[in-house]
């Protein structure tokens, strides 16, 4: 079977600074993998690179068999908008919108009309137990309601993968278990790929499997196979 998302001996600096060092991982379909390891290890520039947001120096990036590394910025960004979710740890709501048009806004860019991507926002809010939400902007939301939202415009446009850093980082612990829980729930009904950095290991329980990135290297974690 193809990997969905396969890294094969990514190194990437910067600067002097060595953030990924010949990083191998390969992610099935489907799968939900959590990414762990100390503070500066390379998780997120890992992240970054299997989701063509950075190119590595060396090494291959390919996802669902096709290698992305070598595509330019704009192929790059497409294929992000395409087929990419991303959740990162202080939501990045756009504050100037509301909850639906941030839910929406994604859709809207891929071409989607006005009417039916706030109508399928308003689905994601009431499945998200965020009804009645909608119309509120950023603000005006609790930090886990911000984060359910940006849960929402991740996966509102039915992504092959979703790549979350660190998404309950900024929660208390209830907060981030609904937020894992809905991850997990949603990711699991559409068969969507899931990459999870993150330091917490009740955030690391949801995953099919983890991994260990240590001195931007991968390493399988001890006791497992
Ligand atoms: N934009 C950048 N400019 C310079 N150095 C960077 C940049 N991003 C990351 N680094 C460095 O690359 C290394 C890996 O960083 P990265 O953010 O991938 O680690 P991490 O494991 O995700 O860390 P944390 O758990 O603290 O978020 C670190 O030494 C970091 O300081």
Redesign the pocket.
Known sequence: MTAMLRAAGVSLS??D?P?LRGADVAVDEGEIVAVM?P???????LLHCLAGILVPDSGEIHVDGHRIDTLGEAARSALRRERFGFVFQFGQLVPELTAAENIALPLLLSGVRRAPALSRAEGWLSRLGLDGLGGRRSGELSGGQAQRVALARALAGSPRVVFADEPTGSLDSLAGEQVMDLLVGAAREQGTTVVV?T?DARVAAYADREIM?RDGRVTTPVGTS
């Open positions: 910067f600067g600074t953030a390891g503070s500066g290890s390379g998780k997120s520039t950095v330091h990135v």
